[in-house]
């Protein structure tokens, strides 16, 4: 029995990327779209920070579907909206003075609950 040799397959050339003109970027600038975990690790922030944000649609982002993503122009637009001037020290919060002995009531100026008549409602 004879066989025949197998016949090699042709390969295809990929096919071409569309030009510059026509996506707007050029090869060494391909769009770049970070995850939350990505874009939080190169901002330092946590990613709760971030995903807070972006759900509340307080900050610039992208939904691809349901899933979130930041573009470098977003992370830019983040910084650039977060940066404050530095203005010296911040004002302290106030915290409530706690109770002194002169702000408590007297003991003997309300009814004590030991004070009320027993009922027995099994006995209704």
């Known amino acids: ?7 090699p397959q042709r390969r295809l050339p990929p096919p071409a990327p569309p030009p510059a003109h026509v996506t707007g970027h050029s090869d060494d600038q ?7 975990s990505e ?3 190169r901002m330092r922030v946590t990613e709760s920070w971030l995903r807070r944000r972006a759900g509340r649609r307080q900050i610039p982002c992208t ?6 993503r930041f573009s470098a122009a977003d992370l830019a637009a983040i910084i ?5 001037p530095a203005t010296g020290r911040r ?6 003075r706690p109770p002194t002995t ?8 309300h009814a004590s609950i030991t ?4 009922t027995n409602r099994s006995e209704e």
């Open 1 to 7: 029995m004879q066989s025949t040799p197998p016949r």
């Open 30 to 36: 391909e769009p770049r779209l970070y995850t939350p």
């Open 39 to 41: 874009a939080a690790a």
């Open 63 to 68: 939904f691809l579907g349901k899933h979130l």
């Open 80 to 84: 650039a909206a977060a940066a404050e």
């Open 91 to 96: 004002p302290t919060r106030r915290r409530p």
């Open 102 to 109: 002169t702000d408590l009531p007297h003991a003997g100026s």
């Open 115 to 118: 004070d009320a008549p027993h």
